[in-house]
């Protein structure tokens, strides 16, 4: 008797309030905001199934909504393929501190290169990865879950998704040992043949910019985040100014999800790259500039040489304006950190504008949504001094090793050389065989 006196008082609510019926437009965009495993194959099968996928207007509103509201997984397919002969991609690895030579331990160029994981032989086996990634316990759990945190593993999965693409790896050789680049770059080899792509294992040394300042800048006394964006900067401009590289250049973070050339090059981006000439990540967690990943079209006009002037001759002269001020002299804004190199994009996206661009904040220029991690900058101010991520660093003089606070130099508050590094000079190696 409760239970049919609540359905009569329930039946009396819905008339005085009745439940509002979502259009089966709405309904989709309700799905994409709600879920964020919805995906192009299920946004094809909805609009087919409402009968939608015929009204290009609703069609495309799908796919404007999600990418306002940072959806990863939904895209507009483009009309034209991109080829792999017209891009490749682009990842690196530098290590904080140099492996050590004279011990010649290292097995790999991660780290200090004792983590076996990189060198498993089953990541350069495709068909025995599936088997451990759809059964459980073939491996020890432990193990397995290790193996996919490694680098060697995470870049097979961006291989897995590029058959007959090109991939680079760079890496600086003159912080690792030579076993170690010889075994990393067997295990490139066997990725790349067992997938059919072309991975190659990359020096940065070997880059025509790397010298002057920018190499006393790469030193391993500076922060790695630094040295990170700042070869980031490198790679694109090499690219985008060497006449027999592919039209497009891709530089990702290996921790972004692998994407196909289709995802990589949908509709929105394709315009993008025809109109700026570039586009950068935004991730899905918030809204926020990241050069976590971006695409760089070398034929747009003027591209590249303004990228060089706000990215990499704004670099060296910050460097040279450091070296002014002596050793204990009040130094403050002239202290370079993680950041700097990342501080510079908006001078570089302000000078790409077209006369008649009206954007102002970074969140307006031309973006691709993708699955990545949080950013490790999101709370700066929160790491704590011993961690190297808060380092500074300046040089002084004619020096070539920077002078550094926090971090490595933890505790002292005098700006000195880290001194585990003070005899460190800069050998690359010979190419592996």
């Known amino acids: 008797m409760e239970d049919r ?10 008339k005085l309030f009745p439940v509002a019926i979502l259009s089966p437009y709405d309904q989709i965009r309700k799905a994409i905001a709600k879920d964020d495993q919805f995906n192009n194959s299920l946004l094809v099968r909805k609009l087919r199934e409402f009968g939608l996928d015929g009204d290009e207007d609703k069609v495309l509103g799908c796919y404007n909504f999600a990418y306002c509201i940072n959806h990863p997984r939904i895209y507009q397919v483009a009309k034209i393929q991109v080829p792999t002969s017209d891009y490749n991609l ?23 290169g004792l983590d076996l994981c990189e060198n498993e032989d089953c990541i350069k086996n495709p068909e025995q990865l599936r088997l451990l990634e759809q059964e459980d316990g073939l491996l020890e759990e432990e193990k397995w879950e290790m ?15 590029s058959p007959h693409g090109k991939i680079n790896l760079w890496y600086d050789s ?49 922060p790695l985040y630094y040295r990170v964006d700042l070869l980031k900067i490198l790679i694109i401009d090499y690219m985008i100014s060497t006449k027999d590289s592919p039209k497009y250049c891709i530089v ?13 090059f949908d509709e929105r981006t394709l315009k993008y790259l025809s109109s700026s000439g570039y586009v950068f990540l935004q991730s899905e ?28 001759e ?20 002239l202290e370079k950190h993680s950041e700097s190199i990342f501080e510079q994009y908006p001078a570089f996206l302000s000078a790409v504008q077209e006369p008649d661009d009206s954007r102002e904040t970074l969140l307006q220029y031309p973006r691709k949504v993708a699955l990545c ?44 050389p880290i001194e585990d590094l003070l005899i460190w000079k800069a050998e690359p190696l010979s190419p592996p065989d």
Not at 147 to 161: G, L, M, N, Q, R
Not at 381 to 389: E, M, N, R
Not at 399 to 409: F, L, Q, V
Request: no cysteine.
């Open 5 to 14: 006196g609540a359905w009569k008082l329930l039946k009396k609510v819905l």
């Open 90 to 112: 682009n990842f690196l690895w530098v290590n904080l501190n140099p492996q050590n030579r004279e011990e010649n331990i290292a097995e790999n160029i991660f780290k200090d």
């Open 147 to 161: 193996v996919k945190k490694s680098f060697t593993y995470k870049i097979s999965k961006w291989a897995d998704v």
């Open 174 to 222: 003159a912080l690792v040992t030579k076993k170690a680049q010889q075994k990393t770059f067997d295990m490139m080899r066997g990725i790349s043949q067992s997938r059919g792509v072309d991975l190659k294992l990359r020096d940065i040394r070997h880059l025509p910019s790397v010298k002057g300042e920018i190499e006393n800048a790469l030193h391993p006394g500076t």
């Open 252 to 264: 990702s973070d290996i921790d972004l999800e692998p994407m196909t050339a289709e995802h990589l």
């Open 285 to 312: 967690h918030f809204a926020a500039f990241e050069n976590g990943f971006f695409i760089f079209n070398k034929e747009k006009q003027d591209l590249q040489k303004i990228h060089h002037q706000t990215m990499i």
């Open 314 to 333: 704004s670099t060296v002269e910050h460097i040279r304006l450091q070296r002014k001020w002596k050793q204990g002299m009040d130094s403050v804004g």
């Open 373 to 416: 991690p949080r950013s490790q900058f999101l709370n700066r101010d929160h790491f704590v001094l011993s961690d190297h991520k808060s380092e500074t660093f300046r040089f002084i003089g004619d020096e070539n090793i920077p002078y550094t606070r926090n971090g490595r130099n933890f505790p002292s508050a005098d700006e000195k």
